[in-house]
């Protein structure tokens, strides 16, 4: 069974400039979770989508929005880039809301 | 607020020396505890899922123990190949899908 997937790998992006990445879930997942983890902070819940909905949102700023598209699979966007942006992040998805998690290996946002 | 705390922050053991990690938590009602691992510049890795008090799990040479309030995750006799960061996460029987992720315990284990 193909893992998760979530693309691109790295990016590298200017403050004020705007980015999405993408998450695939594993096959069946409809629970897909995104994280925010920086060597300060840990690993931080951003939001999480279940069925095309978002059931859940960490504490971040309007900036970060997200969505998740009926085949389960999500995608990420952070508008007006800041310097504190930069950080992994992890997209997981589960098979229930509640299950153990499954995380892809991350994209590396760099902002300049 | 839903917290989870992990001591120690680093732990270093020869290979043979067995320990624990712990991971100290609060929430409003407990869904499900969560270990997982994960090695550097990849995504965690599950281990074990706990649900209630005394429960245990047990892979290879981790066993996985919870109580009321706290988890350990106990290391036999270690390897090298053990090195990782463990991460401990709980999630709420309300809002079942927001996981609250400790800081983690960095484990190096010296051949």
């Known amino acids: 069974k193909a893992g998760v997937t979530q693309t691109p790998r790295y990016l590298i992006k200017t403050r004020g400039q705007q980015v999405t990445l993408s998450c695939s879930p594993i096959?069946?997942?409809?629970?897909v979770s995104w994280y925010q983890q920086t060597p300060g902070q840990g690993l931080q819940f951003l939001f999480e989508y279940f069925s095309e909905t978002q059931r859940n949102k960490g504490n971040f700023p309007g900036r970060f929005s997200g969505r998740q598209f009926s085949n389960s699979r999500s995608e990420m966007n952070v508008s007006t880039l800041e310097l504190g942006d930069s950080a992994l992040y992890l997209c997981a998805s589960s098979f229930t809301a509640s299950g153990e998690q499954y995380f892809g290996p991350g994209t590396r946002l760099t902002v300049t | 607020e839903d917290q989870v705390t992990q001591s120690p922050e680093a732990l270093r053991l020869q290979e043979g020396e067995s320990s624990s990690l712990n991971c100290s938590y609060t929430?409003?009602?407990?869904?499900?505890l969560f270990w997982y691992r994960q090695d550097p510049g990849k995504g965690p890795e599950f281990l074990f899922t706990l649900y209630s008090a005394g429960e245990e799990k047990e892979k290879e040479r981790l066993k996985a123990t919870l109580t009321k309030k706290e988890s350990f995750l106990h290391i036999t006799a270690p390897k090298p190949e053990d090195s990782a960061t463990y991460l401990c996460?709980?999630?709420?029987?309300?809002?079942?899908?927001?996981?609250?992720f400790g800081d983690g315990t960095t484990l190096t284990v010296k051949p």
């Open positions: 996460a709980v999630r709420p029987n309300t809002n079942a899908g927001k996981s609250t």
């Open positions: 929430v409003s009602g407990l869904r499900g």
């Open positions: 096959s069946g997942h409809r629970s």
